[in-house]
């Protein structure tokens, strides 16, 4: 049986090896200061920043949410944002996507000072990643880093396979393995034969989006197999046909109306894989942790305490 990557213990791992550094800078200065900014009511939204300033308060890291309605203009946000860079009381900012279609999303992030970037989103921050310089690194493909680290499992020389290009995963996930000495490809959805692909990797990074993309054909045996896709299966029959009539997955179907999934066939991956990230409890849990990282690692640059 394939060896599964737990992402909740790594979570802790890491939250675990923040404390004493943030004890550090509250003995020195005071406790790092991360700024989320939540406009409007999307639920989904809602929920992330919920999780993401409790994880911040449970380590003593000061978080701070603002919260403009939904009919803010792009003007009025960007006005919150330099606010929030001139504060010298913060080191980490936040801006939760999506934000309403009336706001221009790229003008806000990059108003964002890189220094504060903690999503390491801005193109700065993207340019320093590509460059292989320190800064803020994107917390999914930083968390997917971590994991393969923390279970040894080798890149160097490694072919890597990264599923997806976008800007906050698949192509800051490839640029760290690379960085890592893997031999990597990327692929999307104009990739041809893209199973041929995937079996030649002994790192698969599955990014799509695409509920149970990533079927035991895709595979080659003992692969690692890092599955970052969270999507949810809303028809009872797809749950039925991904996880073989299983009567857990249909009562919770039954009970929710749809059961989460990732970008690989569960069964599959179990079946064939070397090791794998369950979807929940692989990658998801490593964001927030990556961005309590990199808050941390602000705070103590701009404070001058390592
Ligand atoms: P995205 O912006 O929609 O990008 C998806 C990428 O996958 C695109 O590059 C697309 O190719 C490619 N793709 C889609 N269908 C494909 C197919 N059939 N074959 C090959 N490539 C395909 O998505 P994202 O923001 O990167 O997120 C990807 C998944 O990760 C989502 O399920 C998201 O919810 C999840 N996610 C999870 C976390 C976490 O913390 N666990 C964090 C972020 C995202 P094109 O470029 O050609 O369109």
């Known amino acids: 049986m394939a060896q ?32 989320v900014v939540l406009v409007g009511h999307n639920p989904a939204s809602e929920i992330y920043v919920r999780s993401k300033v409790k994880t911040a308060q449970d380590l003593g890291i000061c978080s701070e949410s603002l919260t403009p309605p939904d009919s803010i203009s792009t003007e009025e946000l960007l006005a919150i944002i330099e606010q929030l860079n001139a504060r010298s009381d913060v080191d980490g900012i936040l801006v939760q996507l999506p934000l ?11 108003a964002v000072a890189p220094e504060k970037d903690v999503d390491g989103f801005h193109p700065y921050n993207v340019g320093c990643l590509v460059a292989k310089l320190p800064a803020p690194r994107a917390c999914t493909p930083a968390g997917i880093i971590e994991l393969l680290k923390r ?59 695409r509920p149970a993309l990533i079927t035991g054909d895709f595979l080659k045996p003992g692969a690692t197999v890092i599955d970052v896709g969270t999507n949810r299966l809303d028809s009872r029959d797809d749950v039925a046909r991904i996880f073989r ?40 849990p ?19 305490v390592c």
């Open 4 to 35: 599964i990557i737990d992402g909740n213990r790594v979570r802790d791992d890491i939250k675990e090896e923040l404390k004493p550094r943030i004890a550090r800078l509250v003995a020195a200065k005071r406790a790092p200061a991360l700024a």
């Open 100 to 110: 309403p279609k009336q706001v221009d999303t790229k003008r806000i992030l990059l």
């Open 151 to 209: 279970y040894n499992i080798p890149i160097a020389g490694k072919r890597a396979v990264v599923v997806g290009r976008s800007n906050i995963v698949g192509k800051p996930a490839a640029l760290m393995l690379l960085h890592e000495n893997a031999t990597v490809t990327v692929c999307h959805t104009k990739t041809t034969d893209l199973a041929a692909v995937c079996r030649e990797a002994d790192i698969l990074v599955a990014a799509a989006g």
């Open 245 to 284: 009539n299983s009567a857990e997955k249909l009562a919770a179907f039954d009970k929710k109306g749809s059961v989460l999934i990732g970008d690989v066939n569960p069964l599959d991956v179990a079946e064939k894989a070397g090791a794998y990230t369950p979807v929940p409890g692989g990658v998801g």
């Open 286 to 304: 490593l964001t927030i942790a990556m961005l309590m990282v990199n808050t941390v690692e602000s705070a103590e640059r701009r404070l001058g």
